[in-house]
């Protein structure tokens, strides 16, 4: 449809530019294909917005090369914005004026330039030529400025104008001389601001007397930055005059700037540091006209200012205090902090607080002592606490020593808040307070388990028997931190005999200690004292974190002759993908069915499984009739596999009450993430029905409406039909007698393992299990012929092959011939023996080797069997061309039966030569889709052909 | 002596209120010099959210603002119904925040307004919430910078995920990752990809609409004061109300919005807030000059090496992308990590350094906010960076000292965009 709209508006374009562009042609102006202005115009527009940065380079250098003339017949394009046409002649004007921006690109910035203006003074539409003169504040220079200029006398077009004036380098001159013509004062102060014009001064001096409040703010303003210290008084008076607050005419603030200048310059130092001072001392001001005074006598004085700061450190105000802090920051070396630190002691406890929080928040390692002696001794409860959250961040021994030194206390919280965070490491402080007396050992355990302090062992097993109950529960909670694999036994042992919380934190306790072992040694420690245990369910958290096939098994076991919830509970936590059959298992009895698939979604969703495998499970939960809740994240899950199976099955709750919110959000996402694009009549009323569900949210969710915004998008976008999900036969081969074996639609013609290669979304998808279940048939047998099919890999390393000439239910590379189906660029294919590759008559003929596009991209296949002639075409390449009887000299068996010297991979193949048989699909795992499969059967024609 | 003068001059005192009861042992009592009070500048959608419209024992809402009518009228009755209190309404920003009644000024309006609004507000001497993002370019938010600096404000970036809160559907929240990252264990340099795949969502429906043809302007609404800085265009209704993000005029379409919250966690997960990537590389479908479109991936490089890849439309990769790669280790979704018993190995290393994220307590005691006007105006610039290079369609280069791109002047344009007349930063 867009593409519909942008063409026919391309034409109309094209339409447009014949006539204004004759002069262009009769120039003769062509490019060196030979295309004319219009054309290399009509083109470049064709493909815009340019869908990258390579058509975009090429597009507007190709049109900037049709010189000024060509960049006028473009620009002049432009049409009043109520026909709402214009986009496409913006993206390429717009498109120009940053290409030739680029330095490259530097030598055609004058064929826009010019093109622009002479566009400019034809246009008639304002916004139009308001556009076109943004252009040139974009890409102009100061030759543009005349122009400019001119459009200053227009009310609509001034702002734009000056703007541009402002924008385009060295129009300095041009503004000076209206500045001096002083028309518009408000616009030209800002202009000489933002440039910087100095010699503005006088005017705008001038300008002050009976401006405006607006005019006073930007004259103010501008004064601020390029005045010198003749407009001091004037600044200082007004800022005065406003009581030094932020208002209108913006003259305290312009001050402030001004002084700040001026102090930096040495030349007007002296008298700014004056004012400044003026202004420190002054005790009406506010706090933050204070501090802006503060920071000015900083930069100025450097350490000089120190003095100021003292004084600061005692007045009542918290922000002045650490205003001025904050801005001596930079020259507070660490003698410089030794000193503040003594002057806030005098100044007393408020400034103590926020040297306290000064140093901390610049971890200032020189006043670690300082910090820590703040910490114990009298002080005041803010002071304390202030010290303690500083110290933590500044760390160090005494930082250490002063923090544990107040477990226990009344602040203990804060000092295990600090500790918790405790910059550096605490290990042997803690243990050693483990040490001391009941309420600091309790305080400790927490910081011992959390931060994993090993050394700490021996204490706090030790601590489990101690008399004090509160001590001996941190102790218990503490050892999950501090136990490894060696203590696994005792731990054990302690396990069996405890019960109610105590078993349950020795659990946790076994847990971590094993946690560092790889799955295998964890499982044989777990098994072995599983297997002696009378109390099983004590071990069946540790299995859920073994998570191997082994753990899951034994869960399972466990589960079905216990049927109890300690083994269910336990399957839940198990974290691998291969507890999901299990899970769905469990679902299928009922008993639990809701635990069981929640717990299933996130590991379907995390694992590395083909999104045709994941659309099964989503679908088979939503079978199983778990509680709306949990069917409708499912449901939602459905956008996780965008494709057309899903689609189909979450457009069926649209219409449910329960159900239909969650419809509705994976019906959008679907569409919107769908690799093949969706569309046509079915997928656009899906869509109308899911905006209409967000509608009726809207009120209650605003979200909501952002989804109806989206899907109306999309709706606007949605092709008129979707990609195809039948295949058909060409023209060519229908003519030549193919006909259909799968064209996406049934498998009628099919036999055999009919569980394990289903159709889905026009496709047989594969996902059967090495060995498991059996293999595909054709129905019917076939001598010589050709076959053709599509297949796609899905997952890395996916093996199959297609068996010809084969009986059934029998392997089909010794008992017929197998076609090698393989993506032998996986990387564990490395020492793959070249008859093995993709393509080989498996054991007999190698094929050449095939480099596969991406996985999930189709690849096409031929296979010519025509006695023992057997042809492979992949993606269009011959990658065997050969004769089986020819390959093992006759001997498809060795003469005596024993290993065979004839064939290359040095076994007997008995059906190699098999007159016919069947066609076959042959399994090794999940992870490919074929389509598209068609035959032409030469079998009677053999004897012609011959 | 006038209330707040006095709420300052006993500052100090006022620390006792935010230790914990226990230690004061006495009945918990706000005393109203104690309160703060706030207003809120911008009550249309985020202005009026459950999060920003509060007013409770700590900081009262004392006046609101818009240049919509019916907005104002509708947050009046919202503040009537919940508070049982009636804030002044104003319709000129600027009588908010001269508003001796007002302490702190809440920021909620487009981003076009940000700097301007966060400017005046600290020369008032105010303190200031802005919600993100920061500012529409860079040049604004270093502006912002210095006025906050020179005025001693504190200032609150209103983005937390640096902080607080699962991030987004990375599935876990911001500092583990930080701790993984400064443990050294992933190594250095890393690269942060943020992507559908990682669970951040780009919002394209944040898009313009080219062609916009001018429609009346309502009568409830001051457009010209609505556009304030922006340049003039005819007023269409797609420019303003909820839809005023698809344009560059006044926001950046899903990276502006969501860019904030994606990246400002990364930065500091990546421990660069004092300094800016010297490198942005889009690849993306040409930008119209008004309507923002969408992108397919965005490539940022850091001095060191490390690198932020946001992936857009159509650019996702699989599922199996880590969301932090070192050459030492990856860390997926959900906190899942290549390098084994990778919690336990964390705990034995400190937390992070604690983070001031109480706004009232900082504004009382003075300390800087978590995220306030130097880090938040880093994680601004990364967005606007590549805004920048959006709308030229070319790799761009940034001197993160210097805050300007090197030798690209048309890009140095748009970090500095001359005002709409009367309006000046």
């Not at chain 1, 000089?304 to 801005?327: Q, S």
């Not at chain 1, 075409?873 to 006759?890: F, M, P, Q, S, W």
């Not at chain 2, 230690?23 to 207003?39: N, R, Y």
């Not at chain 2, 304030?228 to 109300?241: D, I, L, Q, S």
Request: glycine fraction near 8%; hydrophobic fraction near 40%; charge should be neutral.
């Amino acid at each position: 449809m867009i593409m519909k709209k942008i063409q026919s508006l391309i034409f109309a374009l094209i339409i447009a530019l014949v006539l204004p562009t004759q002069a262009v042609n009769a120039q003769g102006t062509r490019d060196a294909r030979h295309r004319t202005t219009a054309t290399i115009i009509a083109d470049g527009l064709a493909q815009l917005p340019a869908k990258d940065v390579t058509v975009f380079n090429t597009v507007m250098n190709e049109i900037a090369s049709t010189g000024a003339a060509g960049v006028q017949s473009l620009a002049d394009m432009l049409v009043p914005a109520t026909e709402g046409k214009n986009a496409t002649v913006e993206y390429a004007l717009a498109g120009l004026a940053a290409y030739v921006t680029d330095k490259g690109n530097a030598a055609l910035r004058k064929n826009v330039r010019e093109g622009v203006k002479a566009s400019l003074a034809k246009c008639t539409d304002k916004p139009n030529k308001a556009y076109l003169i943004s252009l040139l504040q974009q890409c102009g220079t100061a030759e543009d400025a005349p122009v400019l200029v001119s459009c200053l006398k227009d009310d609509y077009l001034k702002d734009f104008a000056m703007r541009a004036l402002i924008g385009i380098p060295g129009t300095e001159d041009v503004l000076l001389g209206l500045v001096s013509e002083g028309a518009d004062k408000t616009a030209l102060a800002y202009a000489v601001e933002k440039k910087q014009l100095a010699a503005a001064e006088p005017f705008l001096l001038l300008w002050k007397n009976g401006a405006d409040e607006t005019q006073q703010a930007a004259i103010n303003s501008a004064l601020a930055a390029v005045g010198t210290k003749a407009s001091l008084p004037v600044l200082a008076k007004a800022a005065k005059a406003v009581g030094y607050a932020g208002e209108a005419t913006n003259s305290y603030e312009s001050y402030m700037n001004l002084v700040k200048r001026l102090a930096a310059d040495p030349a007007t130092s002296k008298l700014a540091v004056k004012e400044a001072k003026s202004l420190w001392k002054n005790k009406n001001l506010a706090a933050n006209v204070h501090g802006a005074a503060f920071e000015v006598l900083v930069k100025a004085l450097g350490k000089d200012a120190l003095p100021y700061l003292y004084k600061d450190l005692k007045n009542p105000d918290i922000e002045v205090r650490n205003a001025a802090l904050l801005n001596i920051s930079p020259l507070a070396d660490d003698a410089v902090c030794a000193e503040i630190a003594k002057q806030a002691e005098k100044a007393g406890p408020y400034a103590v607080t926020d040297v306290l929080g000064w140093f901390g928040a610049r971890k200032q390692t020189s006043e670690a002592s300082w910090v820590a002696s703040h910490v114990t001794g009298e002080q005041t409860d803010v002071v304390r606490q202030a010290a303690m959250h500083a110290a933590g961040i500044i760390g160090g021994e005494e930082a250490l020593n002063s923090l544990v030194s107040m477990l226990g206390s009344r602040f203990s919280d804060d000092a295990v808040a600090a500790l918790t965070r405790f910059n550096g490491k605490a290990d042997d402080a803690l243990v050693a307070a483990l040490g001391k007396d009941a309420d600091v050992q309790a305080a400790a355990l927490p910081l011992i388990g959390t931060r994993r302090i090993a050394a700490a062992k021996g204490k706090v097993f030790e601590l489990l028997s101690s008399s004090n109950d509160v001590v001996s529960n941190a102790a218990y909670a503490a050892l999950s931190g501090v136990v490894r694999p060696d203590d696994f036994t005792l731990l054990a042992d302690l396990a069996e005999k405890a019960s109610g919380d105590k078993r349950m934190v020795l659990q946790n306790a076994m847990k971590s200690a094993l946690a560092s072992l790889p799955a295998a040694e964890q499982y044989k420690g777990v098994s072995e004292r599983l297997s002696k245990a009378t109390d099983k369910a004590l071990y069946y958290p540790l299995l859920a974190q073994v998570g191997n096939a082994d753990a899951i098994n034994a869960l399972m076991d466990s589960y079905k002759s216990t049927g109890t919830d300690a083994a269910f509970d336990a399957l839940l936590k198990v974290n691998n993908s291969s507890v999901i059959d299990r899970l769905f298992e469990l679902a299928a009895e009922r008993v639990r069915t809701d635990a069981a698939l929640n717990r299933a979604l996130p590991l379907i969703n995390a694992a590395n499984f083909t999104s045709i495998r994941k659309f099964r499970y989503f679908s088979d939960a939503i079978d199983l009739n778990p509680s709306a809740s949990i069917r409708n994240r499912y449901i939602e899950a459905l956008g996780n596999v965008p494709m057309p199976s899903s689609l189909d099955l979450a457009v069926k709750y649209l219409d449910n009450p329960d159900s239909k919110e969650a419809a509705a959000t994976a019906v959008k996402t679907i569409v919107a993430k769908s690799a093949e694009p969706m569309g046509g009549d079915a997928v656009k009323a899906a869509l109308v029905k899911a905006q209409d569900i967000f509608r009726s949210k809207m009120a209650s969710d605003p979200d909501a409406g952002y989804a109806v915004d989206e899907i109306k998008g999309m709706i606007e976008k949605l092709p008129a039909e979707g990609a195809s999900l039948i295949s058909e036969l060409t023209p060519e081969e229908k003519k030549e007698g193919f006909v259909m074996l799968f064209d996406g639609t049934n498998m009628d013609n099919w036999q055999g393992n009919l569980d394990n290669y289903t159709l889905i979304d026009g496709a047989i998808y594969v996902d059967a299990a090495y060995g498991n279940g059996g293999n595909l048939y054709t129905k019917k047998k076939y001598s010589d012929f050709i076959y053709r099919f599509e297949f796609q890999f899905m997952v890395l390393g996916v093996n199959n092959g297609v068996g010809i000439r084969t009986p059934m239910d029998v392997d089909a590379a010794y008992e017929g011939m197998e076609i090698q189906i393989l993506d032998h660029d996986a990387p564990y294919y490395r020492d793959l023996r070249e008859y093995q590759q993709h393509g080989s008559v498996y054991g007999i003929i190698p094929a050449k080797r095939v480099k596969f596009p991406e996985l999930g991209t189709w690849n096409t296949e031929e296979i010519r069997a025509i006695g023992d002639h057997i042809t492979v075409t992949v993606n269009g390449e011959v990658i065997l061309d050969g004769n089986i009887r020819e390959a093992c000299k006759g001997h498809n068996v060795s003469p005596d039966g024993g290993a065979n010297e004839y064939t290359v991979d040095h076994q007997n193949h008995p059906g190699l030569f098999n007159k016919d048989g069947y066609i076959s699909f042959c399994g090794h795992g999940t992870g490919i889709k074929f389509r598209n499969i068609r035959i032409k059967d030469l079998s009677k024609s053999k004897g012609k052909r011959k | 002596m006038k209330r707040r003068e006095f709420l300052k001059t006993m500052g100090a005192a006022s620390l006792f209120t935010i230790v914990p009861s226990r230690v004061l042992g006495g009945p918990k009592h706000v005393a109203p010099s104690d309160q703060l009070t706030k207003g809120i500048i911008g009550v249309g959608g985020i202005g009026r959210s459950s999060y920003h419209f509060t007013s409770d024992e700590r900081c009262r809402l004392v006046a609101v603002c818009d240049v919509d009518k019916k907005h104002l009228e509708q947050a009046v009755n919202m503040a009537k119904e919940r508070f049982h209190d009636t804030p002044v309404s104003y319709h000129d920003f600027r009588d908010l925040i001269h508003d001796p009644n007002v302490d702190v000024v809440h920021i909620a309006t487009p981003p076009h307004w940000h700097a301007l609004m966060s400017v005046e507000a600290a020369k008032a001497g105010k303190d200031i919430w802005c919600e993100k993002p920061m500012t529409r370019t860079i040049g604004e938010g270093k502006r912002v910078m210095e006025a906050v600096k020179q005025n001693n404000r504190i200032f609150r970036l209103n983005t937390w995920f640096r902080f607080t809160d699962t991030f987004y559907g990375l599935g876990t929240t911001v500092e583990p990752l930080k701790k993984l990252v400064d443990s050294g264990m992933l190594g250095w340099p890393l690269k942060v990809t943020v992507s559908g795949a990682t669970g951040f969502t780009w919002k394209f429906f944040w898009v313009g609409k080219e062609n916009l043809q001018p429609e009346p302007v309502p009568a409830e609404l001051d457009y010209d004061m609505w556009l304030g800085p922006a340049p003039f265009k005819p007023y269409n209704v797609h420019r303003t109300h909820q839809t005023f993000r698809g344009y560059w005029d006044y926001d950046g379409g899903g990276l502006g919005d969501m860019g904030q919250h994606y990246l400002d966690p990364v930065q500091y997960i990546l421990g660069k807030d004092n300094t800016s990537p010297i490198k942005v590389e889009v690849d993306a479908p040409q930008q119209h000059p008004d309507a923002i479109g969408i992108w397919r991936k965005i490539t940022y490089t850091y001095e060191d090496g490390c690198q932020i890849i946001l992936e857009g439309e159509g650019f996702e990769s699989g599922s199996n992308v880590p969301y932090i790669e070192g050459p030492k280790g990856k860390v997926f979704k959900g906190f899942q990590c290549t390098i084994p018993d990778v919690m336990n190995k964390l705990a034995e290393l400190p937390d992070p350094a604690p983070q001031n994220t109480d706004f009232i307590n900082c504004i009382k005691t003075r300390q800087k906010f978590a995220l306030n006007e130097v880090n938040g105006f880093r994680s601004a610039t990364i967005v606007n960076m590549a805004v920048c290079a959006l709308r030229l369609n070319r790799t761009l280069r940034f001197d993160p000292e210097k805050l300007q791109f090197i030798g690209d002047d048309a890009a140095n344009a748009l970090i500095d965009q001359p005002m709409r007349s009367p309006w000046r930063l």
